[in-house]
């Protein structure tokens, strides 16, 4: 995931809302959202390292977890380092409180790439990073955004996110459609409101679409997560190859 968009307790009928965008090389196989047969988790799969991007559990209470990268100077193969992937398994497949996810991450920082970790479980959310400085806290009811930067940074496919999906579930009934349909956004954002992450300028700008469709590596799907006040909710995710939308699925509870 490069684009968290999130409500908490913000929407009259759901508990929890997001939309998000996973940017990933165009190469590395991946399998679209499915429950698992080998844990209690909905969500789609990288087949590289076995872990999720974002997922659901099927147990109860209904807990959710994604990551994103941190983008910190240009990407390095760090293969001393734990699959970012297994934090969100972790989470939906154990019993930790999001808070203790959340702590968790510091206290283990040294053992993943730059990563960002949002974890909830119908009763709190908590986001929690290692770069550049350890840090976690919980995430108060509102509207919120996470690229690779930190929870709410000023970056622009953030805050003028935030302020679409805000507009997007006012002004419609919000069904998953109209989410993607705001995902799909390919605009380049004005390269003086860009952040300085270390990497060239060039990259830094193709970067700042809210949906990233460049040569060898971008957006391979999209998600829109409804989690309903009665415990039902579902899963959408459009999934694309190089650009191009192929298949959308929906999973329900």
């Known amino acids: 995931m490069c684009l968290i968009l999130f409500a908490v307790d913000a929407v ?23 429950r698992w047969g080998d844990a209690p988790i909905i969500g789609g799969r990288d087949l590289t390292a076995g872990g999720t991007w974002m997922g659901v559990s099927t147990t109860l209470p209904r807990r959710m977890a994604a990551v994103t990268n941190v983008r910190i100077g240009e990407p390095k193969v760090l293969p001393d380092k734990r699959s970012r992937g297994d934090l969100p398994v972790d989470f939906l ?6 808070r203790e996810a959340a702590k968790h991450l510091v206290q283990h920082a040294d053992e993943y790439a730059p990563v960002n970790l949002l974890v ?8 929690a990073t290692n770069a550049p400085v350890p840090d976690a806290r919980a995430v108060p009811p509102g509207w919120h955004g996470l690229s690779n930067g930190v929870l709410d940074s000023d970056w622009p496919k953030v805050t003028d996110g935030v302020r679409r999906f805000q507009q997007v579930a006012a002004d419609s009934d919000g069904l ?10 390919r605009s380049l954002a004005d390269p003086a409101r860009l952040p300085e992450t270390g990497i060239d300028p060039e990259r830094e700008h ?6 990233v469709d460049m040569d060898g590596y971008g957006t391979r799907a999209s998600s829109v997560l409804r989690m309903g006040r009665d415990g ?13 939308p192929v298949e959308t699925s929906t999973l329900r509870w």
């Open 232 to 244: 039902r909710g579902d899963l959408t995710e459009r999934r694309f190859r190089d650009g191009e």
């Open 176 to 185: 998953p459609e109209d989410y993607l349909a705001m995902l799909d956004d």
């Open 93 to 98: 497949n154990g019993e930790a409180t999001p």
């Open 12 to 34: 009259p009928k759901y508990e929890f809302l997001l939309a998000a965008n996973r940017d990933e090389i165009y190469s590395r196989p991946t399998e679209g959202i499915h």
């Open 206 to 211: 193709q970067l700042s679409a809210m949906f």
């Open 120 to 127: 909830a479980d119908g009763v709190d959310v908590w986001w």
